[in-house]
């Protein structure tokens, strides 16, 4: 139950002491970096056999510089959030449209990660490169990328993880919102 969690963290009366948008900045900072880690350990297992002939060195670098990507990317996705809560926090956290926005900006969030996610995996799959700009060439005649890209790949499960993607963001994003709602 969402009230024995919220007991559980601000028992005390620690809202004297902890504005609410600290702990839910905090929160979505771990639960968007947990994504893109679970994300890369999903491309390793998936691609693993890409990665054979590797050097461990260059491997951990790699690791390395996505992390702080990683870093980066979640502090710019969560930032309107911040600012948002920040600014306004009583009105953020004990409004309807607060409430309301967060659920949009967490489901708009996971549709867009969960997509950027399939790109990079279906053009590492296709063309052996992780995402970047040579992408575009296939924006070029996009009538025929779209045809091969139905043609190859599962489109219809794909669109279907993006839905799943979405509601689980969405639920996530509301259990975020509630918990640190005082």
Same mark, same amino acid.
């Given at each position: 139950?969402?009230?024995?969690?919220?007991?559980?963290?601000?028992?005390?009366?620690?809202?004297?002491?902890?504005?609410a948008?600290?702990?839910?900045i905090?929160?979505?900072?771990?639960?968007?970096l947990?994504?893109?880690?679970?994300?890369?350990?999903?491309?390793?297992?998936?691609?693993?056999?890409?990665?054979?002939?590797?050097?461990?060195?260059?491997?951990?670098?790699?690791?390395?510089?996505?992390?702080?990507?990683?870093?980066?990317?979640?502090?710019?996705?969560?930032m309107?959030?911040?600012?948002?809560?920040?600014s306004?926090?009583?009105?953020?956290?004990?409004?309807? =449209? $607060?409430?309301?926005?967060?659920?949009?900006?967490?489901t #708009?969030?996971?549709?867009?990660? @969960? %997509?950027?996610?399939? *790109?990079?995996?279906?053009?590492?799959?296709?063309?052996?490169?992780?995402?970047?700009?040579?992408?575009?060439?296939?924006?070029?005649?996009?009538?025929?990328?779209?045809?091969?890209?139905?043609?190859?790949?599962?489109?219809? =499960? $794909?669109?279907?993880?993006?839905?799943?993607?979405?509601? #689980?963001?969405?639920?996530?994003? @509301? %259990?975020?919102?509630? *918990?640190?709602?005082?």
């Amino acid at each position: 139950n969402n009230n024995h969690i919220r007991n559980l963290l601000y028992h005390n009366n620690i809202k004297n002491y902890i504005p609410a948008y600290i702990p839910y900045i905090l929160i979505c900072i771990a639960v968007t970096l947990a994504f893109f880690l679970g994300y890369k350990w999903g491309f390793i297992a998936l691609f693993a056999d890409s990665y054979n002939a590797v050097d461990m060195d260059e491997i951990q670098k790699a690791w390395k510089v996505s992390t702080r990507f990683d870093i980066r990317a979640t502090i710019m996705i969560i930032m309107p959030l911040l600012l948002l809560s920040i600014s306004i926090p009583n009105r953020y956290f004990n409004s309807p =449209w $607060g409430e309301k926005l967060n659920k949009w900006y967490f489901t #708009i969030m996971g549709i867009l990660l @969960i %997509l950027l996610v399939m *790109i990079d995996a279906g053009c590492f799959s296709y063309t052996g490169q992780r995402i970047n700009s040579s992408l575009m060439e296939f924006a070029k005649n996009p009538l025929i990328s779209l045809q091969m890209l139905y043609e190859t790949y599962p489109v219809w =499960w $794909g669109l279907v993880g993006i839905a799943a993607g979405a509601v #689980i963001f969405r639920w996530v994003g @509301i %259990l975020i919102y509630n *918990i640190c709602r005082y």
